[in-house]
């Protein structure tokens, strides 16, 4: 494992953590107002189902804060194959490793599930530039790309990365 690990303590979220993780995830300005009450669902339909949703849901706390979140699961209809959802950071904690820290936990988490495949989606717009970097530094490739897909001039990109 890497030593991202030993700085962070990541365990399933609960609904305590909610309003922290909803709190950076605005505080990042990456998401519109339609993308965070999306992302409330999915954090409160992972917590309230547990280790039977869809969603597998986590969070990073340091010194008892919690830092970071992350939400991945299998994708319906496939074989060994599963998606990160969401993946969050407290703008305070960027560039710190935490981010990595959490890839590699969910890399961890879905191998041990017999996953073979992650897919991750992101805006093609440049407010994501550094997301797409982040992702390529991973190992993740870009497979596919959808023309205005979340708006006009704003394209969907298609990550993944075999396991």
């Known amino acids: ?20 993780v909803i709190s950076f995830l605005s505080a990042t300005s990456f998401f519109r107002d339609g993308e965070l009450k999306i992302a409330e669902q999915v954090f409160d339909d992972a917590v309230r189902q547990g280790q039977g949703s869809e969603y597998l849901s986590y969070v990073a706390e340091q010194d008892s804060s919690i830092v970071g ?12 194959t599963y998606d990160i959802y969401w993946i969050a ?26 996953g073979r495949m992650i897919v991750i989606e992101t805006s093609a717009s440049n407010l994501y530039l550094p997301t797409r970097s982040f992702y390529n530094k991973l190992g993740y490739l870009q497979m596919a790309a959808v023309d205005n897909f979340y708006a006009p001039g704003d394209g969907k990109l298609v990550y993944a ?3």
């Open 69 to 80: 979140w992350i939400c991945f699961g299998p994708t319906p209809c496939t074989v060994g």
């Open 161 to 163: 990365k075999y396991v």
């Open 89 to 114: 950071v407290d703008p305070s904690k960027q560039r710190s490793g935490l981010g990595s820290a959490l890839i590699r936990f969910a890399e961890d988490k879905i191998k041990t599930s017999n």
């Open 1 to 20: 494992m890497s030593n991202d690990f030993a700085r962070y303590k990541i365990r399933p979220a609960c609904p305590e953590d909610r309003q922290k």
